[in-house]
């Protein structure tokens, strides 16, 4: 039985598609008034991108033009989500695990704290960590967590949406993993279980 919980934010708790006006609008206004060096269609891409992967990855990716990036990135670090946000419908699932929870997403901390405050869940975690992925990687977090808490891996769950983060660095420590997939986006990804939906949570989890 799991008994410790670390999960991704951003389309594991809440789903940024649901919430885009609210988490995205404003930026985009933001970035449509910026010189980004890149074309329409990519802008359009790159939009669709920023609901489900960390900012700096995707700039990287569209090749954002360097000279604007320090502007861009002193507006992400002082910005804050301030309408109310919707936690997805699985969320209960997720509230309803016994044990110790954490959160461990990445991104700009201020903007990510106010998105646990926006969607009301902060007292349903211990802690919440936002990992810097110019720097870190959730990796090293989950290593912090274990050492700082002294945690057994075996009692651990992570869970959470990208195969390419929290899932490949739970499995790479011999953690237990839940692959939240409900669009299918990573059909050959390695996971120890997966859904596309939460309600075999509770199963995964030994409860």
Do not use: C, W
Request: aromatic share 10%.
């Amino acid at each position: 039985m799991k008994r410790i919980f670390f999960i991704d934010l951003d389309n594991t708790i809440y789903f940024t598609k649901q919430n885009e006006e609210q988490l995205m609008g404003e930026l985009y206004r933001f970035l449509e008034s910026m010189d980004l060096g890149i074309s329409k269609e990519d802008f359009r891409l790159a939009k669709q991108e920023m609901l489900r992967t960390p900012f700096l990855k995707v700039a990287e990716k569209y090749h954002f033009k360097k000279e604007t990036m320090p502007e861009v990135i002193s507006y992400l670090q002082n910005r804050s989500v301030n309408q109310p946000l919707k936690p997805s419908d699985d969320y209960h699932y997720i509230k309803s695990l016994i044990g110790r929870k954490f959160i461990v997403t990445a991104g700009f901390p201020k903007q990510q704290q106010s998105k646990v405050k926006m969607l009301g869940i902060a007292d349903d975690f211990e802690e919440v960590h936002v990992v810097d992925v110019s720097t870190s990687n959730k990796k090293k977090t989950f290593e912090m967590l274990i050492d700082q808490h002294q945690l057994n891996k075996d009692d651990i769950l992570i869970i959470g949406d990208d195969a390419e983060s929290e899932i490949k660095f739970g499995l790479e420590l011999g953690i237990t993993t839940f692959l939240l997939d409900p669009e299918n986006l990573h059909p050959n990804a390695e996971s120890t279980f997966r859904g596309s939906d939460l309600s075999n949570l509770h199963e995964a989890a030994g409860q």
